[in-house]
C-alpha cells in the first residue's frame, strides 16, 4: 500500500462523517502539501476495489466515502445527510429470495432528517402567520 493510499486510508477509518474525496484530499493536504487530487481520487478507487472502504452514493450529491465496518445508512431525500445505523445483517434472509450468492448489500433508507422536517414545518408556520 503507497504512503497515500495509507494516510487516506486512515482518514476515512479515522472520521465519523461520510467524507467526499474533495474533503478528503483537503485532509490529506494539510500533513502532505504536495498531494494532488488526481491521486486521492486513484487511491480512493483502490481501496475501494480492495474492500478496504465502501463508496456510498446518493443521486445528485457527489460520491463519499465510509469505513468498511458493516452497517447500513439513512439518507435524508431532501439534503442528501447520511446517518448510521446498525441492523441485524439481513443475507441470510435474502439470500432464501436471491438464487445468486449474495457478496454483500448496501441498504439505504430514505427519510426526512430532523433539521429538513424542522424546516419544512417553520416555513408552513410562517405562512399561517
Partial sequence: MTKYAQQILNIVDSSSE???AEQIYLLLKETS???VLATVYNNLNQLYEQNLIRKVSVEGHPDRYDKAVKHD????RKCG???DIYL???TSHLQL???EEILSYD???????PKCRNNV???NDDRRD
Fill in 97 to 99: 429470495q436471491i438464487p
Fill in 18 to 20: 461520510h467524507l467526499t
Fill in 73 to 76: 445508512h439513512m439518507v435524508c
Fill in 107 to 113: 441498504l439505504k433508507i430514505e427519510y426526512i432528517c
Fill in 81 to 83: 445527510s447520511l446517518s
Fill in 88 to 90: 441485524s445483517d439481513l
Fill in 121 to 123: 414545518n417553520k416555513k
Fill in 33 to 35: 502539501p504536495k498531494v
